[in-house]
């Protein structure tokens, strides 16, 4: 994922959160979904602070969305990948379907040996938004660790293309000829 990617979906998400209909009442809600979605939180912090929004019962079907993605992603950071998992799949189910879902739960499957269904997910990421090069390099590593070389190479030259410095596809011993 790129940190301009990243950084814009934050910015979406701190909207999201913001807009008075989805908040309905500002009060504590409203400053536990700020931290929630916060880049500047700990993972701890945001972990708690998107549990609240989740089990606080005036969330709004985007502010669950929204509460479970940064949670995950937070879980994910912590090295809990089937918890993360869990809740990218339900951000999904409460209608967030982000390509950038797709990638960040695919790493998740991958951090969990779960190779096959990483390649899928950062695929689907990437043939979701084809100019995002760290959802084709995350494919490129996964099809590798499932030991699909010919995927793996098509994934990597398609990141390369779009990002020659890609560090996936230097060090992660697939050779692109050019």
Not at 154 to 168: F, G, S, T
Request: hydrophobic content about 35%.
């Amino acid at each position: 994922m790129s940190v301009g990617r990243a950084a814009g979906l934050t910015g979406v998400a701190i909207v999201l959160v913001l807009t008075a209909s989805t908040l309905g009442s500002l009060g504590q809600s409203y400053k536990d979904g700020l931290r929630c979605t916060s880049p500047e939180e700990p993972a701890d912090r945001v972990i708690h602070f998107c549990s609240k929004v989740i089990d606080g019962g005036e969330a709004s079907r985007e502010q669950l969305a929204l509460a479970h993605y940064h949670r995950g992603r937070a879980l994910a950071a912590e090295g809990e990948h089937s918890e993360a998992i869990s809740d990218f799949n339900q951000a999904m189910t409460f209608g967030y379907g982000d390509s950038l879902i797709l990638c960040d739960r695919g790493n998740s499957y991958g951090a969990l040996g779960q190779y096959d269904k990483a390649a899928a997910d950062c695929q689907r990421a990437a043939e979701e938004n084809p100019n995002e090069s760290a959802a084709w390099a995350s494919a490129c590593k996964w099809y590798r660790r499932d030991a699909q070389p010919t995927e793996a190479e098509a994934a990597c030259a398609k990141a390369k293309a779009l990002d020659p410095n890609c560090e996936v596809c230097t060090s992660a011993g697939v050779t692109i000829m050019e």
